[in-house]
């Protein structure tokens, strides 16, 4: 692994790919059924937020706020913002549950939202995301413990066949859906937590919803806790399973720092033959598996002649670096947003904690860029390709059906950088035939 | 004194009309039930535009993370665009404990000598307002140090809307930009332009024609802005709100400091247009301004009545129903009659008192102004058997349902649809959404559906 920056020196962020808790949070709520996310601040907060994930998902995104203005924030402990709220959203909506998150404001006021929350006469969620600490990734893990935390019942007993899946932030909801299934041909009963794959998958819904639509329903996260296994991928949500296991200590817990590329998968694969007693996983996934091995020769040239620059949340890029990395590919230089144990796994030359400014004093060490819409000004500043993947994309139409993942995602990926790879190599080659030209 | 400007005192804007009436023109917030943005939101939306001052949000993530590179200004400064960066201290549980001001006080340093700006704007949040970092004095600091304007803009959050926030980046401008600059040289017919900020090039479908008429534009606030001329916006000689009536505060104190007049105008659609321009000659008062004007009109409304006509017999008996905010409530409706289509309903949800006089004025007597779109509209539909429905993308399912064309007028847009040129463009679009079979297809029942 390569040298990890992990303390800024700068005083600010200059174009940032870093994203906030509070925006982390939102997410996870709409990953659960009929939920009203109800994003406790400045109504600026929840108005970025709900652009923010519309222009991305193409969806229309459930979101509302306590709309806190200067008197309140003095005058407020947030009982009037809060219970004010959640009367009005009742008079149009029925939500089954509203999740309550914070913002920067509240948390610098100290409101005490456990305790107006106890006041409250609904099914309601709450959970402290301040956004001057941690970032996506943390807003989304502790919007899953919350969730667990309030509102799984303790059992004793386990359903061997029943699995918990707890993904992390930055995968795309087909990536959660193709995960289920793999799960679950394995026999298993699949409950994901936050579940956006069937909420912001892009389905054409009934109507158009006020609330979110699909998702874990608010009933099946309470029966949670016989699960005969929790299985979480990424770091950001490892600790997850500690909660879950508080409600009944007999689940047992499997990690996955991801499940990208063929190690990656294999592992996840072998797992699941070991805990379902299975010599053989279903055919379709040997001849997924085949495949990717064929992609992997297919792609290795066009990869192997190619530097990267990949940005996102760590988590996402111990999962594209593996990919690429397998196939041949130099990740030159990996951005995160945040800090994590995790970026000591990330394949890559050089690993920073920084912004898209950081990346643009290296431009000269790599040449193709995956990462997401804000990389597209860099590219075009310095003449490189990109690859969209993370948040935002607000260029592109179809993010939530982009799968990287397992053995299929991860032939379909390497496709599509290799083919722009190879279309980039070859304008790099008609570039310097035409300065030829020229100074002949 | 404080510098910062008083918040009471923007809400009461005795240059309304409405206000003999009311007094507060911007809602508070319903807790639970609202939706738009908030004062930063307004004050980045007016002063975005320069591109060559640095935009520097001082606060946490969510207030720039969720909205840097939203919006596509074009500008025509040949240095680097700085609408298409983001700046942000990012500030950390320390700073909340301890202060911010010096993390932004270097921030603004580094910006200094990195980028090199004409100036920088320094937004305050929520959070650094309530932890109360003097922005003012940082600032009054940076500026002597580095020899630029560094402008704190005072409009966090929590104090209110959009429109308010616009107002409060007005306030800046005015108390830290306008008159610390001299022109190099002056003409009569010197305008400001305040309030368009050249949203996918809008202001470039107009501002040739008032090249032509030799009317120069001084410095705008701030679409295609420069620092260098809002700074010298004291010697226009008229000052044009286009559309937004948001600066109307900054016009009235320009009045009231410098003695400018203003006027306020649109240019959408082809009438507006038309009206906007010859109110600009009318306004500067110069006879042979306002007979090249006339001849200009002529000329360009006869080239486009001629462009037009394969695109009327398309829109002859189309009725549209319109779900948009603010000043676009009247501003579209306009261009939609202009180009023949009966608009039977607008929205004035988030519109002004003005707007809301000027939307009946367009729609007429039978015009629908709907308070609660969201439950009114699909009914005006069925009711009226309106053809087309033009809103945000939240609206698309009531087109679907009701197998009628859609266009996105508030996400999607990325062409400009101003001045006679856009009209065009706006034809088009509308062509080519009613032709368009998709909102059939997706209603189409699955074979297994009764």
Redesign the interface.
Known sequence: MGEVIRKSV???????H???Q??GATLAFLGVDCCMP?MH????????????F??HF?E?IAL???????V??ILDGGD???V??????H??VSPKLIGLHT???PE??GDDIRGVARQIDCPLVYVNT????G?LESGWALTAKALIDQLVEPRSEINAGKVVLVPHVSMQPIEVEKLKDLIASFGFTVVAVPDLSTSLDGH??E??ASLSSGGVQVAELKQLADAAYVVTVGHSVKGVAAILQKKNPAIRHQHFNHVSGLVGTDALVGWLLEVSGRDLPGAVVERWRKRLQDAMLDSHFALGQTRFLVVGEPDHLVALSASLSEAGGTVALAVATVDSPVLNEIVAEKIIVGDLEDAEKMSDTYELIIGN??TE?LAHRYGKKTVMRGFPN?EQVGNPLKNDILYEGGAYFLFEIANIASQMHEEQQQRIAAQMKQSA | MSAKPKIKDLLDESACEHNKTKKATCNTPTPGATTGGCAIDGAQIALFPFADAAHLVHGPMTCLGGSWETRLTGTSWTGRDLTQMGFTTDININDVVFSGEERLAEAIAYIVSNYSPQAVFVYSTCVTALIGDDLDLVCKQASAQHGIPCVPVHAPGFVGGKNLGSRLAGEAVLRHLVGTLEPEETTPFDINLIGDHNVTGDMWQYKPLLDELGIRVLSTLSGDGRISQIRTAHRARLNVIVCAKALVSLTRKMHEQYGIPWISCSFYGKRDTSNGIMAIAEALGDAALIERTRQLIAREEARLEERLVPYRQVFAGKKAVLNTGGNKAWSIASALQDLGIEVVATSVRKSTEDDKVKAREYLGEKGVLMTTPATQQAKIIDETGADLLLAGGRSLYTAIKKRIAFTDVNQEKKKSYGAYNGLLTLAEDLKNSLQNPVFALVGRKAPWEK
């Open positions: 700068k005083p600010l962020q200059v174009n940032p870093k994203l906030s509070p925006m109800l601040g400045g109504q600026g907060c929840a108005s970025f937020t709900k652009v923010y519309t222009r193409s229309p509302q706020t306590t709309a806190v203005t200067d309140t924030a009037y913002s809060i004010e709220s959640i009367k009005n959203i008079s149009k913002t920067g404001l610098t006021k301040p956004d001057y600490e970032g054409l819904g109507k158009q819409c804000h000004a607000w």
